[in-house]
């Protein structure tokens, strides 16, 4: 027996409290690891490495339309391979399911896309019906349409010229994915953007945002800076920033993520610490004679400190490991199931945040305990007083 | 009247206490347990304390055990003044030189009885092969060596008090400190854990000092001591 597996043995003394407590560092650090990743994720700043696409959106806000006037500028600037925009189209299906419907050309979101797969005569009466609308495969099969059938959607923002807000469309194509992960983002619907334009009511010339499809990935924040610097101290100003900078902006829009993410990992770590402190605390209480009887053996006071001490950190290492271990596959399936539009990663940066949040925790709920049984002595411990 | 053993055992002292006095703070109180006591335990001795209960008995063992120190006065183990050891240095001590038996075993539930026993050797320099050896040469001291695998709850009242025996013993020290190790077994069994502690201390020549209630178990030591107030009254004899 060594001191190590003296301080294993006890942890198993009563192994149902043990394996409980255990589960619920587990379960905090799972969270802490897919939160954390969350975390880094909004804090970060732009990273332009391997974009091949860009969104333009207004400075201020993107819900503020740009103009279509903007286009041929953009369409200019060295590295802009193809351009095309995107209205959104605020689309409500049936009493209340919001989907994502956007208006768009038809012909210039095949060449951003490629990744969108659909046979040609699809594209060609997506661009040849002004009434007509694709949509992603999920999104297809999620609401049972069939191409041919006439779609009624309602916008939450776009009233026809006679102010209906209900508008009829044909289903002319469904598009798969090029790869798994494009499969699973085949949610959104698309309308031809030249009927849009003309029949609704207000919100004419109005782009939305445009997309770019870079020529060169090595070129995006040189074409992103060109085109900013362009529209600068114009009424049109734009912020240009990656696809992915971008949906995480969208999401950014519910509230401030970094600091509800924060306040959630503070909740759960108090919680924790709470549960694991009492159940060291509880463990400490109940073996106060066994902790003098080491006394008597001939274990200093610091030994005795040490021994649990080691306990903590051993429920806290085993614990927040696992969590950790659990989060970073789980982040990568997350990731994969937003089609990389949410990237969890549970790297290395949170791994390390990781491991000094156990240390902390080790510390934090050891303590106490510690220098309760440090402090003991034997003659009152073994008197039971 | 001392047997001749005892005679020549008085020769060499280990244990002296010189009027040691010691009291504890009860809450506003402080209670006096042990008035200018003093004493010697020759080498090889087997003595038990007795006295109602609030004598002082248990005080003065846990003081000649290192467990405590005393307010006032000397106490010499082995040539060595523990009184004036520090709690670091009165656990090495402990460690080095006392065994400790109580009466209701106090041994870690979660070990088995060779892994009870090895406990005292974690704190010495032995490898792990050598503690084993150890442990293996206590336990059949005790006459447990089969059940050696077993947990505590395992084991039977006598059978758990023999572990705690070998672990006192598995680090050789020359004081064994007994506080009622008999005081929760019935009276064969006590009789048993007796009988051991005999040949320990005349066979193996290990100094005991035992506390009881029980006049049958103090007539296995060699001297009894009485104590009342925190005084020693007599001494006596007990049958060879």
């Given at each position: 027996?060594?001191?190590?597996g003296?301080?294993?043995?006890?942890?198993?003394?009563?192994?149902?409290?043990?394996?409980?407590?255990?589960?619920?560092?587990?379960?905090?650090f799972?969270?802490?690891?897919?939160?954390?990743?969350?975390?880094?994720?909004?804090?970060?700043?732009?990273?332009?490495?391997?974009?091949?696409?860009?969104?333009?959106?207004?400075?201020?806000?993107?819900?503020?339309?740009?103009?279509?006037?903007?286009?041929?500028?953009?369409?200019s600037?060295?590295?802009v391979?193809?351009?095309?925009?995107?209205?959104?189209?605020?689309?409500?299906?049936?009493?209340?399911?919001?989907?994502?419907?956007?208006?768009?050309?038809?012909?210039?979101?095949?060449?951003?896309?490629?990744?969108?797969?659909?046979?040609?005569?699809?594209?060609k009466?997506?661009e040849?019906?002004?009434?007509?609308?694709?949509?992603?495969?999920?999104?297809?099969?999620?609401?049972?349409?069939?191409?041919?059938?006439?779609?009624?959607?309602?916008?939450?923002?776009?009233?026809?010229?006679?102010?209906?807000?209900?508008?009829?469309?044909?289903?002319?194509?469904?598009?798969?994915?090029?790869?798994?992960?494009w499969?699973?983002?085949?949610?959104?619907?698309?309308?031809?953007?030249?009927?849009?334009?003309?029949?609704?009511?207000?919100?004419?010339g109005?782009?939305?945002?445009?997309?770019?499809?870079?020529?060169?990935?090595?070129?995006?924040?040189?074409?992103a800076?060109?085109?900013?610097?362009?529209?600068?101290?114009?009424?049109?100003?734009?912020k240009?920033?990656?696809?992915?900078?971008?949906?995480i902006?969208?999401?950014?829009?519910?509230?401030?993520?970094?600091?509800?993410?924060r306040?959630i990992?503070?909740a759960?770590?108090?919680?924790?610490?709470?549960?694991?402190?009492?159940?060291?605390a509880?463990s400490?209480?109940?073996?106060?004679?066994?902790?003098?009887?080491?006394?008597?053996?001939?274990?200093?006071?610091?030994?005795?400190?040490?021994?649990?001490?080691?306990?903590?950190?051993?429920?806290?290492?085993?614990?927040?490991?696992?969590?950790?271990?659990?989060?970073?596959?789980?982040?990568?399936?997350?990731?994969?199931?937003?089609?990389?539009?949410?990237?969890?990663?549970?790297?290395?940066?949170?791994?390390?945040?990781?491991?000094?949040?156990?240390?902390?925790?080790?510390?934090?709920?050891?303590?106490?305990?510690?220098?309760?049984?440090?402090?003991?002595?034997?003659?009152?411990?073994?008197?039971?007083? | 009247?001392?047997?001749?053993?005892?005679?020549?055992?008085?020769?060499?002292?280990?244990?002296?206490?010189?009027?040691?006095?010691?009291?504890y703070?009860?809450?506003?109180?402080?209670?006096?347990?042990?008035?200018?006591?003093?004493?010697?335990?020759?080498?090889?001795?087997?003595?038990a304390?007795?006295?109602?209960?609030?004598?002082?008995?248990?005080?003065?063992?846990?003081?000649?055990?290192?467990?405590?120190?005393?307010?006032?006065?000397?106490?010499?183990?082995?040539?060595?003044?523990?009184?004036?050891?520090?709690?670091?240095?009165?656990?090495?001590?402990?460690?080095?030189n006392?065994?400790?038996?109580?009466?209701?075993?106090?041994?870690?539930?979660?070990?088995?009885?060779?892994?009870?026993?090895?406990?005292?050797?974690?704190?010495?320099?032995?490898?792990?092969?050598?503690?084993?050896?150890?442990?293996?040469?206590?336990?059949?001291v005790?006459?447990?060596?089969?059940?050696?695998?077993?947990?505590?709850?395992?084991?039977?009242?006598?059978?758990?008090?023999?572990?705690?025996?070998?672990?006192?013993?598995?680090?050789?020290?020359a004081?064994?400190?007994?506080?009622e190790?008999?005081?929760?077994?019935?009276?064969?069994?006590?009789?048993?854990?007796?009988?051991?502690?005999?040949?320990?201390?005349?066979e193996?020549?290990?100094?005991?000092?035992?506390?009881?209630?029980?006049?049958?178990?103090?007539g296995?030591?060699n001297?009894?001591?009485?104590?009342?107030?925190?005084?020693?009254?007599?001494?006596?004899?007990?049958?060879?």
């Amino acid at each position: 027996m060594t001191r190590t597996g003296f301080v294993i043995a006890n942890l198993w003394r009563k192994k149902t409290r043990t394996v409980l407590t255990l589960l619920s560092i587990v379960t905090a650090f799972l969270l802490f690891g897919l939160l954390q990743a969350v975390n880094v994720l909004f804090s970060a700043g732009a990273d332009f490495i391997g974009a091949s696409r860009l969104v333009t959106q207004a400075r201020v806000s993107f819900t503020q339309s740009l103009p279509m006037r903007l286009l041929p500028q953009i369409e200019s600037v060295p590295g802009v391979e193809h351009v095309m925009w995107q209205q959104w189209f605020g689309a409500v299906y049936q009493e209340n399911t919001q989907l994502i419907f956007l208006a768009t050309d038809p012909a210039r979101l095949r060449l951003v896309y490629p990744e969108y797969v659909m046979p040609d005569a699809e594209w060609k009466a997506f661009e040849q019906t002004r009434t007509g609308i694709i949509v992603g495969r999920n999104l297809a099969n999620q609401h049972g349409w069939k191409i041919g059938q006439k779609v009624p959607i309602a916008s939450n923002i776009f009233p026809q010229q006679d102010g209906s807000k209900n508008w009829t469309f044909d289903l002319v194509g469904i598009y798969d994915g090029k790869d798994e992960d494009w499969q699973r983002n085949t949610n959104v619907g698309w309308i031809n953007f030249a009927y849009f334009d003309e029949a609704n009511q207000f919100g004419r010339g109005l782009a939305g945002t445009y997309t770019i499809k870079l020529a060169d990935v090595d070129q995006a924040q040189g074409v992103a800076q060109t085109i900013d610097a362009m529209f600068e101290n114009s009424p049109d100003e734009t912020k240009t920033q990656t696809e992915k900078d971008f949906n995480i902006g969208f999401i950014k829009q519910i509230g401030d993520i970094g600091l509800i993410v924060r306040w959630i990992l503070f909740a759960v770590f108090f919680t924790l610490l709470l549960v694991v402190g009492n159940t060291i605390a509880q463990s400490v209480r109940e073996r106060i004679p066994e902790l003098a009887i080491l006394k008597t053996l001939g274990f200093k006071d610091g030994s005795v400190l040490g021994f649990v001490l080691a306990e903590a950190a051993a429920l806290c290492v085993i614990g927040g490991l696992l969590g950790l271990a659990i989060a970073t596959p789980l982040g990568v399936a997350i990731t994969r199931a937003t089609g990389g539009n949410l990237p969890i990663a549970v790297d290395g940066r949170v791994w390390l945040v990781g491991g000094i949040a156990i240390l902390v925790l080790s510390l934090a709920v050891g303590l106490l305990p510690a220098l309760r049984a440090k402090r003991l002595t034997i003659v009152d411990a073994l008197a039971g007083r | 009247m001392l047997s001749p053993h005892g005679r020549q055992l008085m020769s060499e002292a280990m244990v002296q206490v010189r009027n040691v006095q010691k009291s504890y703070v009860r809450g506003k109180q402080t209670v006096e347990v042990l008035h200018g006591l003093s004493l010697d335990i020759p080498k090889g001795d087997f003595v038990a304390l007795m006295g109602p209960s609030g004598s002082g008995k248990t005080t003065l063992l846990n003081l000649i055990g290192g467990l405590d120190s005393p307010t006032s006065g000397e106490i010499r183990v082995g040539g060595e003044r523990i009184d004036q050891l520090s709690g670091g240095r009165l656990a090495e001590w402990r460690a080095r030189n006392v065994g400790f038996v109580f009466q209701f075993y106090n041994l870690m539930p979660v070990l088995t009885a060779e892994r009870n026993v090895e406990l005292p050797l974690l704190l010495t320099k032995l490898s792990a092969a050598q503690r084993r050896k150890s442990v293996a040469i206590a336990l059949e001291v005790v006459g447990l060596a089969d059940r050696a695998r077993h947990k505590p709850k395992e084991l039977s009242g006598g059978q758990e008090q023999r572990v705690a025996i070998a672990r006192a013993l598995v680090s050789d020290p020359a004081l064994l400190i007994c506080d009622e190790p008999t005081g929760d077994l019935d009276r064969k069994t006590a009789d048993e854990i007796l009988g051991l502690l005999q040949v320990l201390n005349r066979e193996h020549g290990k100094t005991i000092v035992m506390v009881t209630h029980d006049p049958k178990a103090a007539g296995f030591a060699n001297r009894i001591l009485h104590l009342e107030k925190g005084q020693l009254l007599e001494q006596a004899t007990a049958a060879a």
